[in-house]
């Protein structure tokens, strides 16, 4: 997940760069609604590391709006439209993400993780952990080999 700029090119260094880009498992993105829902996606990113470490964090609708210039009315629809689910799952998906991450380490409590990330309780953070992975935390932590998803394949 990334973003470069590139000043007016060629058709075909364009088409070539492309090439280049998809033997490497990347795309050039032309639509504005999809390019709007990578860079939503990226923010949300850098949001959640931002967001462990603030004491009282902006809402992600204040955050988006804010950093976009767009209503967060209309960053949903379109996000909904190219995704097919709603930011605010997709911000889950990553938070659990982020757990899974902070679980491996083997250095903070399961409460230690649920206060940085902002969860009301240790008990919500288990429940949104196996609605979202299918497994509790102790089965996770007991797996052999715990499944990370890597951010760019979440949705």
């Keep these: 997940m990334g973003e470069a700029s590139i000043q007016t090119p060629e058709a075909s260094d364009l088409d070539a760069l492309n090439n280049a880009l ?38 992600t609708s204040a955050f988006l709006s804010e950093k976009l210039n767009i209503s967060y009315q209309q960053l949903s629809k379109i996000f909904s439209r190219q995704e097919n689910t709603t930011i605010e799952k997709f911000f889950i998906k990553l938070k659990i993400e982020k757990v899974k991450e902070l679980l491996s380490y083997h250095q903070l409590t399961l409460s230690e993780i649920a206060f940085r990330l902002k969860y009301s309780s240790v008990q919500h953070l288990s429940n949104q952990f196996k609605k979202v992975t299918g497994q509790s935390v102790s089965e996770y932590k007991q797996a052999d080999t715990p499944p990370r998803t890597s951010l760019d394949a979440l949705i």
Excluded: A, M, N, W
Aim: glycine share 2%; net charge negative; charged share 35%.
């Design 22 to 59: 998809e033997q490497e498992g990347f795309e050039l993105i032309y639509d504005r609604e999809k390019q709007l829902s990578e860079k939503i996606k990226t923010l949300l990113i850098d949001y959640l590391e931002h967001y462990q470490s603030q004491y009282e964090p902006v809402t």
